[in-house]
């Protein structure tokens, strides 16, 4: 699958390095009673080796030019479904084997990263383990703890639903084009319980979004219409707090007083 420009506004950075390609294939560990679903394929690096190893392999493609290249290949193999679709709007329950879970994997366009994860996060019912290739960046955002200037929303919302294992970093000239800087490759696994205990992931959502959006402000300033200074008192926090000290366990804990108080 070669001859294909990498298109600006898909955020293409197409993956050729055999042994980052193996590092993957080996960390996802698929085997022939598996589903897979792999996002973007786009010149298929990640998609053959993954064939090769899963029971089934569901690819979701948005650049329809790439689409005919991955239908060819499913012609020789009818266990690789092709799906010309939006991963942002994918229903990936609708794949899933009945009574079991996907694995997902994918090298996800930078523009997209955010908002697929968190779309991802809304099916965990249906999904295993995910390997992703992401911005640095990202990861490093996904993985920080409390205290940390990268911790933020998008910490606490992933790690209350998956744990987070960066595995390793990949230079910008294993893909063509190069990206302009480096890419990691991360682990999120679907947690069996949340850490935090069951909280309305609504009232989660709307605290942390409040909290971060001004993230240099105490929670006094940054919860204000959402929980007084007494609500925040009653999460077991000092309303004098900044965001970005606040623990998992202290955002469930105010969750819970919001979801209490709505």
Known sequence: MTGHRPRKR????????PG?????VTAVDAGPDDVVVEIGPGRGALTRPLLERAGTLHVVELDR?????????AGENPRLIVHAADALRFDFCAIAPAGGKLKVVGNLPYNI??????????QLHCIGPMHFMLQKEVVERMAAGPGSKTYGRLSVMIQYHCRVTPLFQ???????????VDSMVVRLE?????PAG????????????AAFGQRRKTLRNTLKGLLD???????????????ENVSLEGFAALARQYAARR
């Open 113 to 122: 990263s955010t908002p697929l994860l968190f779309h991802l996060m809304e």
């Open 190 to 194: 679907p947690r069996p319980e949340p």
């Open 170 to 180: 990949v230079g910008p000239g294993a893909f063509r084009p190069p990206p302009k």
């Open 198 to 209: 069951e909280v309305p992931t609504r009232a989660l959502a709307a605290v942390v979004r």
């Open 65 to 73: 030019d790439l689409v005919p290249a991955l239908e060819r290949l």
């Open 229 to 243: 200074e007494e609500a925040i008192r009653a999460a077991g926090i000092d309303p004098a707090t900044r965001p």
């Open 10 to 17: 898909f955020g293409q950075n197409f993956l050729h390095d």
């Open 20 to 24: 980052v390609v193996q590092r993957i």
